[in-house]
């Protein structure tokens, strides 16, 4: 399998952060899109954790001890894998 499809099968198998589980906590794998330097200014990074704490039109994430709103348009644009307990 070449390099390009090994990152295609785990870009394919994240899940947005507005598609996570609520009380789950997932490791951030990707921010690209619209608004994205204002969520990495807020601390939205590859390889953080951030535990979903709320769903609705806005969601409440907590990053780095530090509970967020984010709108369901930017929660698109990170994308999330879950972490195993």
Known sequence: MSHS???DLETDSLQSLS???VGC????RQ???PGCEQLRNLGFCESLQVRK?????????SVCGTRIA???RLAEQVKVSP???
């Not at 906590?25 to 951030?28: K, T």
């Not at 704490?53 to 994430?61: E, H, I, P, Y």
């Open 5 to 7: 499809s090994v990152k």
């Open 19 to 21: 598609q996570a589980q």
């Open 25 to 28: 906590d997932f490791q951030i």
């Open 31 to 33: 921010v690209e899109g």
């Open 53 to 61: 704490l709320a769903n609705g039109r806005n969601l409440v994430c």
């Open 70 to 72: 984010v709108s369901s």
């Open 83 to 85: 972490i195993e307990s």
